[in-house]
Antibody, heavy 116, light 107 residues
Framework: EVKLVESGGGLVQPGRSLKLSCAASGFSFNDYWMGWVRQAPGKGLEWIGEINQDSSTINYTPSLKDKFTISRDNAQNTLYLQMSKLGSEDTAIYYC?????????WGQGVMVTVSS | DIQVTQSPSSLLASLGERVTITCQTSQSISNNLNWYQQKPGQAPMLLIYYATSLQTGMPSRFSGQYSGRSFTLTITSLEPEDIANYFCLQHYSAPWTFGGGTKLELK
């Protein structure tokens, strides 16, 4: 069974950084592209970016490119999202997703709240 | 970016009713659109991929069609377990973009 479990969320002060993790199991992690999506309260889903199997290609939605960094550790079957200079607009549920051409499996998401 | 307009944003329907949800894209994306179902507190689940293909394990009462830039998700006969949020995703070009979602509730 494919399983994706996000962690690392919580309350963070504006301007600080936070790193999310996504633990993958039930499939060969290093065979797939992986990505991150978020959903702010009351808003639609927003694709953050994706990373290929060997981390040689990482794509971001342009508006988030300078703030977020996606990485992965294939030995640990884990995907990461490093977020910096967080603001209230980054308050959202963050989902990791598996997918080469589109996301086929998603995690349940982790909440990040940016507030003083 | 490709804009995806989903309608309706909310929908009240009765059990056994036929339900249709639509996504319209701002430019042609061929069949590069998926539909997902999400229940509260759960991970989104892939329902339909490449506009018309039913994901393995999903009930056959779900179907997808498209014509040009207009895509539809149909539930032929609403079951209680279908009460959920539904959204579409275009994966024709980066950045992927999503419809605004449809909240399906029981009448």
């Amino acid at each position: 069974e494919v399983k994706l479990v996000e962690s690392g969320g919580g309350l963070v002060q504006p301007g600080r950084s936070l790193k999310l993790s996504c633990a993958a199991s039930g499939f060969s992690f290093n065979d797939y592209w992986m990505g991150w999506v978020r959903q702010a309260p009351g808003k639609g889903l927003e694709w953050i970016g994706e990373i290929n199997q060997d981390s040689s290609t990482i794509n971001y939605t342009p508006s988030l490119k300078d703030k977020f960094t996606i990485s992965r550790d294939n030995a640990q079957n884990t995907l990461y999202l490093q977020m910096s200079k967080l603001g209230s607009e980054d308050t959202a549920i963050y989902y990791c997703a598996r997918g080469d051409y589109y996301p086929d499996y998603w995690g349940q998401g982790v909440m990040v709240t940016v507030s003083s | 970016d490709i804009q995806v307009t989903q309608s309706p944003s909310s929908l009240l329907a009765s059990l056994g009713e036929r339900v249709t949800i639509t996504c319209q894209t701002s430019q042609s994306i061929s069949n590069n659109l998926n539909w997902y179902q999400q229940k509260p507190g759960q991970a989104p689940m892939l329902l339909i991929y490449y506009a018309t293909s039913l994901q393995t394990g999903m009930p056959s009462r779900f179907s997808g069609q498209y014509s040009g830039r207009s895509f539809t998700l149909t539930i032929t006969s609403l079951e209680p377990e279908d009460i959920a949020n539904y959204f579409c995703l275009q994966h024709y070009s980066a950045p992927w973009t999503f419809g605004g979602g449809t909240k399906l509730e029981l009448k």
